[in-house]
């Protein structure tokens, strides 16, 4: 027991919360500004902590960008577990998916500012996931399921449609946010719904 009474936060609770605190603050920053212009510095004051506090969680700007972008990555397993247990139909199921990636593109700035590092991979000298292919592999699957069920259009391959749907969704994403911030992005699925996704059916 602390002097006020409170049962006091366990120690390694208290330094999640803080690195996870860092990693959200960075993360506003690469994806407002970028990854070559923030500095620690930046980071520390937009945290409220000192430059040395920020030090102690993480060694380096390379580090923290890392840390950003896998926590990109480690959205999608709760969002697929939530659109796929809702045991829809396989072509239900591919919107479903794609219908949770665009609001966490949308509103989730982690994944935002792990798209923009992402793209600026070649300035960050860490060892960061390979952009990409992770949905190639998920999405071809799902595909898959449409095949199996008689719905893919005759002569589109599951791994050719999930490709295309890779690349569709990376550009309209990306184009939304350097010309709108993302403002037009739910305009955009819209569009990419109807065109791409309904042009998979048999
Ligand atoms: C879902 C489209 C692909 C997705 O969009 C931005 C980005 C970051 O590199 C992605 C990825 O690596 O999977």
Redesign the pocket.
């Known amino acids: 027991m602390t002097m006020t009474g409170r049962r006091s936060e366990p120690k390694q609770e208290r330094a999640w919360r803080t690195r996870a605190h860092i990693l959200l603050m960075a993360a506003e920053l690469f994806a407002e500004r970028g990854y070559a212009t923030v500095t620690l510095q930046d980071v520390a004051e937009r945290a409220s902590m000192t430059k040395g506090a920020v030090y102690f969680h993480y060694k380096n700007k390379e580090e923290l960008a890392v840390a950003v972008v896998q926590e990109?990555y480690a959205r999608w397993p709760l969002l697929l577990q939530e659109a796929t247990s809702r045991q829809l139909p396989p072509y239900e199921t591919l919107v479903a998916v794609l219908d949770g990636?665009t609001h966490a593109f949308r509103d989730d700035i982690v994944v935002q500012a792990?798209?923009r590092l992402?793209?600026e991979r070649s300035l960050i000298n860490g060892d960061l996931p390979e952009?990409?292919v992770?949905?190639e592999d998920y999405l071809t699957n799902l595909v898959e399921e449409i095949d199996k069920a008689g719905e893919l259009r005759p002569g589109i391959t599951p791994r050719g449609a999930a490709r295309v749907l890779?690349a569709a969704?990376?550009g309209m994403?990306h184009i939304s946010d350097v010309l709108t911030r993302r403002a037009d992005l739910s305009e955009r699925y819209g569009e990419l719904r109807h065109v791409v996704l309904e042009g998979l059916r048999a």
């Open positions: 990109h990636v792990g798209a992402q793209v952009p990409y992770g949905w890779v969704f990376f994403q």
